[in-house]
């Protein structure tokens, strides 16, 4: 307990001349003090003296004996809160005067007991620090106990300001509560303790009214669609096209007003408008319904094979497929007839006459096999066709020549039936029929051209210039050897007629022509007047001359004298003749062996010949024609399918497929690849050849 | 368009055709070479599997599309080519 004390000093020299009030530690020293002059024992023995004066007086024996007057001489004595033990006169030395100085202040303070207690305050870190080690169980327990506290706070600020000492310490202590109630809680509401006083009202309640309006609702359709992985990809298409369209604005207007009239047509006229849409569709109608129709002949296009033919040894034969004709073509014959290289089931027939005295229209007419009884295409012509000729590399453009000596060039990609190019006679017609036309490789101006090769002895160029047939004439046929003939003078015909031509498959600038008096010239597009060579081929006209389509030196004719020829053009004479009994209307090389080929008759016969297999003798003779009055003008191998289509003077066309032995490939030895490739082709023809030079014993 | 209605007699008059229908875009027959209640039967249970027909070839392939469809039964063929457009139906009996 603090106790304060008042101390009366008197200055002396050399003692303290104030008193502190030294911070109290724990205990405070009470220290009494006399005055240092008296330094004697009789203190205690007086005080003893005053207290042993109400009884007895015992004088000790060697008490100090002093007189009355000594005894009523007073002494002060002063209390003062000096150490009497502490020095008075401690010297320090001082370095700035360089003398011992005596400290003006001494310290006074005795320590009489001195205990370290343990505890904190509970805001130093170390207090911290503990009570986080501690952890919650010890805020628990506070927050239990300071419950409590504050349960006996409220009794005791109730208690009024009576108590003011007991509720000080009351307030004290529930102050350091409340303290930790703060630290430990969210802030209560500190009140008054003296004087508080709760008192609530409550404000009056404005009623509640609600108010709601509602809006007229949207107008609503219900949508339902699919979303599949190609309706996604239809408007991504959709989105495509017309961004493209866009790009083009200028177009994009008129389009709109096109696409506005269009929608008020197909509103208007549904009648009339929506057969055009179904053409494509009704074209495949009419071919799958065909299929069904003929379904056992495709089939066996597709998939028969004779089994007969092992028990025929090298013989084959010919399996009759579809069969086609075209009413309006009836009485025409069929004069040409070609495959179109891109579109492998897709063929050509020109019609016409060859007769003479029965000239009259024509018709340019292209089957597909997938519809055998109506054709993709049709043209009518006024003349009839000779020759007709697809480009290779553009199957929508056919030259086509005409028994009145024009050329034309049709467009199939047109819609019209007339020709895109036709010559006339300004522009270099020829003035006999034209036997013969073959497309050329572009020339350099990228320009499309074509040679024709007519009875008047001319063989023209002709090159598609912009919308004109420019003709340049390549040679004159002029007569080797005439033999002048003509009656009472008339001078000879000079010009040869060429009836037909071809050119050689690699070597570009080189063709064969073939005349009417039966010789076939060997010509090059740079000579214009000289034949490289000519060979004494037939009696009668040369129908057909065509090269070999693997050996670069062989090449076959055929004539109206009944005989087909081989050739060796480095050889004057033949290599090989066949008589087949009847004039030959045509000839043509397998493209898939070098030594196969087939000629048809006026007989109606048509002759296999591989020379690989057989040399003398045709693998088949068949006859493909009901009537045996028919004549076989034409016939031309498919360049894939094992199929040949033949054509007759009646104006149908018969197609049909080679049976296996007809396709024979060399047998190699067993173990060895079969080798495949024009060399090998070109290595048999040679071998054949090669045979035939040698001397005639050895022939095996 | 004379060319389509020379094709569509050819395929009328072909040998087996039973009859050919045209339907438009939504089901309706347009042109009929049948009987009333047959053709809007024909026509409607076809649409239906010609849509499901190349629903099913497009999922598989969006570049894709259905270029026809035959059904052949015991009596005879249905064939069924399907246009943006426009749709055609061929009654046939291929072994006549």
């Known amino acids: ?138 805020e628990k327990a506070t927050v239990v106990t300071e419950t409590e506290d504050e349960k006996l706070e409220t009794p005791l600020q109730a208690a009024g300001g009576e108590e003011a000492g007991d509720v000080e310490e009351g307030g004290g202590e529930d102050g350091a509560h409340s303290v930790d109630s703060k630290t430990g809680k969210k802030e209560q509401k500190l009140t008054n303790q003296f004087n508080f006083s709760e008192r609530a009202s409550q404000t009056l309640n404005n009623p509640l009214r609600e108010r709601g309006c509602q809006t ?214 020829h003035t006999d029929p034209v036997w013969q036309v073959r497309w050329q490789k572009d020339d350099m101006d990228n320009h499309q051209n074509f040679f024709s090769v007519s009875s008047d002895g001319r063989v023209v160029s002709w090159t598609l210039v912009k919308s004109e047939l420019v003709f340049t004439d390549i040679i004159k046929l002029s007569l080797v050897g005439a033999v002048s003939e003509g009656p009472e003078g008339v001078p000879p015909p000079t010009m040869a007629c060429g009836t037909s031509f071809d050119f050689h498959k690699q070597i570009n600038y080189l063709f064969l022509v073939g005349t009417e008096e039966g010789k ?46 081989i050739w060796d053009h480095t050889i004057r004479t033949p290599v090989f003749i066949f008589d087949l009994n009847a004039a030959v209307g045509d000839v043509a090389w397998s493209p898939y062996s070098s030594t196969v080929f087939a000629a048809v008759t006026a007989d109606g016969k048509v002759h296999v010949f591989d020379l ?7 693998i088949c003779q068949q006859p493909v024609v009901a009537k045996k009055k028919t004549k076989l003008t034409h016939i031309e191998f498919n360049p894939v399918y094992p199929i040949i289509i033949v054509g007759d003077d009646r104006g149908y066309v018969t197609s049909l497929k080679l049976s296996p032995n007809l396709r024979s490939k060399p047998k190699e030895k067993k173990g060895q690849e079969l080798p495949r490739g024009p060399e090998v082709e070109i290595a048999k023809m040679e071998k054949l050849l090669s045979l035939l030079r040698e001397p005639e014993n050895s022939k095996a | 368009q004379a060319e389509v209605e020379e094709t569509l007699k050819r395929i009328q008059t072909h040998k087996g055709v039973i009859g050919t229908i045209v339907v438009n875009a939504e089901g309706i027959p347009i042109r009929t070479t049948l009987d009333n209640s047959t053709t809007v039967q024909y026509a409607g249970l076809l649409h239906q599997l010609t849509m499901k027909a190349r629903s099913t070839v497009r999922d598989i392939d969006p570049q894709n599309d259905l270029t026809f469809l035959r059904i052949r039964s015991k009596k005879h063929e249905i064939m069924v080519a399907p246009d943006k457009e426009y749709m055609l139906i061929v009654i046939q009996n291929p072994s006549e």
């Open chain 1, 1 to 138: 307990m603090p106790v304060t004390h008042k101390t009366l000093v008197k200055s002396k020299q050399g003692s303290n001349a104030q008193s502190q009030q030294k911070p109290l530690a724990a205990k405070t020293a009470k220290v009494v003090s006399k005055k240092k002059d008296e330094d004697d024992g009789t203190e205690i023995g007086e005080g003893g003296d005053e207290w042993m004066h109400g009884k007895t007086l015992i004088k000790p024996p060697d008490q100090l004996d002093l007189t009355e007057a000594e005894l009523k001489e007073e002494f002060t004595r002063i209390l003062t809160a000096n150490n009497p033990h502490a020095p008075q006169n401690i010297v320090r030395y001082s370095f700035k005067e360089r003398s011992y100085k005596p400290i003006s202040s001494v310290d006074q303070l005795a320590v009489h007991f001195f205990l370290e207690g343990n505890l904190l305050h509970r805001d130093s870190d170390e207090a911290r620090r503990q009570k986080a080690k501690q952890g919650l169980p010890d």
């Open chain 1, 216 to 429: 007229e609702p949207p107008p609503r359709a219900s949508f339902s669609a699919t979303a599949n992985q190609w309706e996604i990809y239809d408007v991504y298409l959709e989105e495509m096209q017309k961004q493209e369209k866009n790009k083009e604005k200028a177009k994009a207007v008129p389009k709109k007003e096109d696409d506005k009239g269009k929608k008020k047509l197909t509103l208007v006229e549904t009648q009339s408008d929506d057969l055009t849409k179904v053409a494509k569709v009704a074209k495949i109608i009419e071919r799958m319904v065909n299929q069904n129709t003929f379904d056992d002949i495709a089939q066996d296009f597709r998939y028969f094979e004779d089994a007969s033919d092992e028990f025929r040894e090298q013989e084959g034969t010919l399996l009759p497929l579809w069969k086609f004709q075209y009413d309006q073509a009836k009485r025409l014959s069929v004069t040409a007839l070609c495959w179109n290289q891109s579109y492998k089931d897709l063929f050509a027939v020109g019609l016409g006459s060859y007769d003479f005295t029965k000239q009259g229209r024509g018709m340019l007419v292209f089957y597909s096999l997938k519809n055998s009884t109506y054709p993709e295409y049709n043209y009518p012509t006024t003349s009839g066709i000779l020759c007709l000729d697809i480009h290779p590399d553009r199957p929508y453009l056919v030259a086509v020549g005409f028994y009145d000596g024009c050329v034309a060039v049709y467009n199939l990609k047109e819609e019209r039936p007339e020709p895109v190019y036709k010559s006339s006679s300004k522009s270099g017609k």
């Open chain 1, 520 to 565: 076939i010239h060997k010509c090059s597009k740079a000579y214009s007047s000289q034949f490289l060579e000519t060979y004494d081929a037939h009696n009668m006209a040369v129908d057909a001359v065509k090269w070999n389509q693997f050996h670069p030196k062989v090449f076959i004719s055929c004539s109206s004298d009944w005989t087909v020829k």
């Open chain 1, 612 to 618: 690989g297999i057989n040399k003398y003798e045709a």
